[in-house]
């Protein structure tokens, strides 16, 4: 991939989206129901699109609100359903619009008390703190995504990402009441939602930041007294970590408290985009040029499910370095978790992870992308972490019970002030101590340009339809399709060898197919890996 000239700069008045004429499109723009790419599609994270593409407008909004309602009714689902929302200036408009449609539905939806944003997390912990069987929630969200776009995401009674079943149903009803014209929509106005009986304000912040103390050992943090940065990114966590701060007496600075839609004081990412990714160390230039001032310093996206952990040493960590570190710190000081419950990861995380697993003598269950994997697990406390590659994890109580079944990046931010609390140590050295202990792995991504049709037969592939034997020089020892830690497919394929591996999977929104890969014999390894994987992909693809 290119990077844009200008990645890690501040962004210019030039890059900025136009806020008014943005919502203006919300209200004005009708998307046509024959046009895929202005229908509603629920990805792995809800659906997602930008009312300037007629791909996330109003009628979308109040089609997919229509549809989770008759969804909750042909579940029996009675409980309350809690709605939050992010910063970007599409999520505003859209919570209103989907508000009207719950209350002339007569669903009794919590909304923030202190008429704030509301983390993705905070969402999850107030469905599973409730204990109602039928309650679920709404995030308007699209997370990390640029300034222009806006999302919509569902969590069912299990708190977290509603599985490709349920996305599929509602989907497809809201589809098919966007082709309907929006007759069967029931929809009420704004201040008559307002002031409905089901609509009650609930404390999402407080709820949330009240309990961290039952996961996160924020006594020893406090004690510390350790300097921590905190950058919401313009996301919704802002108000969430100043009150963190205060409730627990840390010294945490809010690094950037500023709120603004067209996220001006971001710097760009790789392609030359906004994009609020607190993975990515273009994004988070500002902060990693501050990371002297703070013994540890975090970044959270828009809806604050991912986590980016900045140290004095290192600089952003890799996810996966971050991950692997959380997951043995965590498994050799949590007396109160399952002695059998398993590590989760996904299949394009790093192999450092199985490594760490098989050290701490606990299973591995590894699961196709998407976090939607480990709700069950966390649900049950057979899985006490679950964590994927591009920055999203959550874990256990510290007695072992569920804390959220959804991505948690404020959870794992606090988790890397707990380490250097407890051990006197940064997160990175850490890893430096994996790595002495299991080698060092050299990890990247790559888009290879695919048709339509090809990723197609990417999706399906069989392990039979891969002819090679060997990859960058070693024997090919397992084809996968489907995610050995559950059997469900994963959409694409996973090559794997004795010290490396690669896997390819279709993208969802671009004309490419992404590649991961891994070598724990060096770049130039991963660089054979790569080049290889392009071609036994292609074959596979040929027939």
Not at 2 to 28: E, K, N, W
Not at 186 to 202: E, K
Not at 318 to 323: A, D, K, M, V
């Amino acid at each position: 991939m290119s990077v844009h000239p200008r990645a890690g700069q501040p962004a210019q008045r030039s890059d900025l989206v136009d806020v008014p004429r943005l919502i203006t499109s919300y209200y004005a723009v009708h998307p046509d129901p024959a046009d895929p790419a202005q229908q509603v599609a629920f990805g792995t994270s809800g659906h997602r699109g930008s009312s300037l593409r007629g791909s996330f407008n109003e009628d979308h909004i109040v089609a997919t609100s229509q549809a989770i309602c008759d969804y909750r009714a042909s579940q029996g689902y009675t409980g309350p359903l809690f709605l939050g929302r992010d910063t970007h200036a599409l999520s505003e408009p859209a919570t209103v619009s989907a508000l009207e449609v719950f209350a002339a539905n007569d669903v009794t939806v919590l909304i923030d008390s202190r008429d704030g944003y509301t983390p993705t997390p905070a969402v999850s912990h107030a469905i599973l703190a409730n204990r109602h069987r039928g309650a679920d929630g709404v995030v308007v969200t699209p997370s990390h995504n640029p300034p222009e776009d806006g999302g919509f995401k569902y969590n069912p009674p299990n708190g977290g990402p509603a599985d490709t079943d349920v996305t599929k149903w509602i989907q497809d009803r809201a589809n098919e009441l966007l082709r309907a014209g929006l007759k069967e929509v029931r929809r009420v106005s704004y201040a008559r939602a307002l002031d409905a009986p089901g609509t009650q304000r609930f404390d999402f912040l407080a709820g949330y930041a009240d309990d961290l103390g039952s996961v996160i050992d924020m006594a020893a943090v406090g004690a510390a007294g350790i300097r921590i940065g905190a950058d919401p990114l313009g996301g919704a966590s802002v108000s969430y970590w100043a009150y963190i701060a205060d409730r627990y007496k840390l010294d945490l600075s809010v690094v950037n408290p500023v709120v603004d839609p067209t996220f001006g004081f971001m710097t760009l990412d790789w392609d030359g985009k906004i994009r609020m990714d607190c993975s990515s160390p273009n994004a988070m230039a500002s902060l990693i040029g501050r990371r002297g001032d703070y013994q540890v310093a975090t970044g959270n996206d828009a809806d604050a499910d991912r986590h980016g952990i900045v140290t004095p040493d290192a600089g952003l960590m890799n996810p996966n370095h971050f991950l692997a570190v959380a997951i043995d710190y965590l498994y050799r000081n949590r007396d109160g978790w399952p002695a059998a419950a398993a590590i989760g990861k996904t299949l394009v995380s790093s192999s450092m992870i199985d490594r760490v697993a098989s050290d701490l003598g606990r299973t591995l269950v590894e699961v196709p992308v998407g976090f939607k994997w480990f709700v069950p697990g966390l649900l049950d406390g057979s899985v006490a972490f679950g964590g994927e590659e591009s920055a999203g994890a959550s874990f256990l109580r510290r007695d072992g019970s569920v804390w959220t079944t959804d991505k948690d990046g404020i959870l794992l931010c606090l988790l890397a002030s707990e380490i250097l609390a407890r051990t006197g140590r940064t997160p990175s050295e850490h890893y430096r101590d994996l790595v002495a202990r299991h080698g060092e792995p050299a990890y990247a991504r790559v888009d290879v340009a695919s048709t339509r049709e090809e990723k197609a037969v990417l999706g399906r592939l069989s392990p039979e339809q891969v002819g090679a034997t060997s990859l960058a020089g070693e024997p090919i020892t397992a084809k996968l399709t489907a995610a050995p830690g559950n059997g469900a497919a994963i959409g694409g394929l996973k090559v794997v060898t004795e010290s490396g591996w690669f896997a390819a999977r279709p993208s969802g929104t671009e004309d490419v197919y992404k590649v991961y890969a891994e070598s724990f014999r060096g770049p130039e390894h991963l660089a054979r890996i790569q080049d290889e994987a392009r071609g036994v992909v292609s074959a596979a693809l040929r027939g």
